[in-house]
């Protein structure tokens, strides 16, 4: 079951439903993440992840700067400069944590020891395509980790608001911003859907729509085909 | 007690010289020591390209080096970092209750034109960073590496490695104009090891000859950028007689480090 092509620009009419907020879409993208994995988290929405572990699962947070096996914390306030997350936050000090130099952080990351990576994004395409490091319109950006992490970590899930300001579409056909990584997303958990990308055949296939949204809805305001091929299940 | 003292050379492209490279001959003691941090960075050239160890934040940077090196008043500095420049605009890696330094200084007084890193911007734009100002205004080059490639270039310069594969950055921006080449089936690009003629690095403790022991999540750059430059210099809380660092907990060699700057008891810089 295909749906007519989005149109790239054009987004109509009023959202059908509340979308969920950005504490939401963490706790969806959290539900995936699997005991025992290796899991790095990007700043913004990625990293409210650690604050929604289902129960029971427990995994070994990697961080870029040279941190294994912290506890992430959303908002730890003052804390230590010589115990810093990568997103310049400082994480408790707690039993089995390790710390390197950036030389084996890096081993760990390209060396495809990262299980699972959360990201933020500025555009994904119908290949699972990643831009995330630039608005063309700034012309400045910056990469920091997020290509290493795109090209070699095992899973690439996609944590995201489904539409830019001003509603423009930020799941497209092709991307127009500066890639991260060309068919690197394997999942994309918005404010108001779940999309798996096929990446071997360029189909992206919606599996979750947030409550009160359709799959036409979700499909107004993303400007690249989606698909079903089973029933579609409530995001929760 | 007899000096003595090792002479080399090091060499530094200067933008405004570009007929002739100048050369510059430093003398290096055997006794590691600084008593400054004036006298540290005193020697350092115009025209130098210098690393600046740590992430980006607090814990591992260099701050009083480079607070020196700013006073030096030295110009057309190539600045070599990870995350740089955004921690005054943000607080990214600074505790609430002090002021933020970071490397975007070298842009603010002018000192730098170009920087090559990993993370020379933050997510807004208001306020405007020191190096997005500088970069916006035509004052300043910015080379953006992926922060894996970065820190493995840097390490290929230690170790002696003139080039590397990586599949980081093939189909991106970042591949253009650089050899590809396939293993296993999957597509590789070449990149370069990149030195430079100074690295500034932070340590917790050294001895006196220049074993340097770290802590918690400061390594970062600092013990790569120490093998890469051709005179490294150290900051330190605390300078120990041979011994005082445990063996086991040497984090970077004695043979990498020139130069060791001790701060003062009870600074209250992080």
Redesign the interface.
């Known amino acids: 079951m295909t749906s007519p092509r989005a149109n790239s620009d054009s987004i109509s009419g009023k959202d059908p439903a509340p979308r969920l907020d950005r504490a939401a879409i963490a706790r969806r993208a959290a539900r995936d993440l699997v005991d025992g994995t290796t899991v790095n988290l990007g700043i913004g929405i990625p990293a409210l992840c650690a604050d929604f572990l289902p129960e029971g699962v427990e995994l070994r947070y990697h961080a870029?700067?040279?941190?294994l096996g912290f506890e992430e914390l959303s908002d730890p306030?003052?804390?230590?400069?010589?115990?810093?997350?990568?997103g310049?936050k400082?994480p408790k000090l707690v039993p089995g944590m390790a710390?390197?130099?950036?030389?084996e952080?890096?081993n760990l990351?390209?060396g495809g020891h990262i299980d699972v990576t959360v990201l933020g994004a500025l555009q994904v395409s119908r290949a699972g395509?990643l831009a995330n490091w630039m608005i063309p319109k700034?012309g400045?950006?910056?990469?920091?980790?997020?290509?290493?992490l795109a090209?070699?970590a095992r899973r690439v899930v996609i944590a995201m608001e489904h539409n830019a300001r001003g509603d423009i579409p930020k799941i497209v056909d092709e991307c127009t911003f500066?890639?991260?990584?060309?068919?690197c997303v394997d999942e994309i958990v918005t404010d108001i859907a779940v999309i798996e990308v096929d990446r071997e055949n360029s189909r992206l296939i919606l599996r979750e729509t947030a409550p009160g949204w359709s799959f036409d809805d979700v499909q107004a305001r993303t400007a690249a085909t989606l698909e079903v091929d089973r029933e579609i299940v409530r995001m929760a | 007690m007899v000096v003595r003292t090792i002479w080399f050379k090091i060499s530094t492209k200067c933008k405004r010289h570009e007929s002739k490279t100048p050369t510059i001959w430093l003398a290096v003691p055997i006794n590691k020591i600084s008593n400054s941090f004036a006298e540290a960075v005193a020697d350092i050239p115009s025209g130098a390209s210098i690393m600046i160890g740590g992430f980006g934040g607090a814990g591992g940077q260099p701050t009083r080096l480079m607070l020196a090196l700013r006073d030096l008043g030295v110009d057309d500095l190539t600045i070599i970092g990870n995350v740089a420049g955004i921690s005054k605009t943000t607080g990214y890696g600074w505790p609430d209750h002090l002021d933020p330094i970071d490397q975007g200084m070298f842009f603010e007084s002018g000192q730098a034109t170009k920087i090559i890193c990993s993370f020379p911007v933050p997510g807004t734009t208001n306020p405007l960073s020191d190096i997005e100002k500088a970069w916006r205004e035509g004052r300043a080059v910015v080379d953006i590496v992926p922060q894996g490639t970065l820190i493995e270039r840097i390490r290929a310069a230690g170790a002696g490695i003139p080039a590397f594969y990586t599949p980081t950055g093939v189909g991106t921006t970042v591949a253009e104009g650089k050899e590809h080449r396939d293993f296993d089936g999957r597509t590789y690009l070449l990149e370069e090891a990149l030195s430079a003629d100074f690295a500034l690095i932070r340590a917790q403790k050294a001895d006196t000859r220049g074993n340097l022991q770290y802590i918690g999540t400061s390594r970062a750059f600092n013990p790569a950028m120490a093998t890469a430059a051709r005179m490294t210099i150290v900051e330190v809380d605390e300078i120990v007689e041979p011994g005082g660092i445990d063996p086991e907990r040497v984090g970077t060699l004695s043979s990498y480090v020139d130069r060791i700057v001790s701060r003062d008891a009870g600074d209250p810089l992080p």
């Open positions: 870029e700067n040279g941190i306030g003052e804390g230590d400069p010589n115990l810093m997350d990568a310049g400082f710390f390197f130099d950036s030389v952080s890096f990351i390209r395509d700034r400045i950006g910056s990469i920091g980790g997020a290509m290493d090209e070699n500066p890639l991260t990584a060309p068919g």
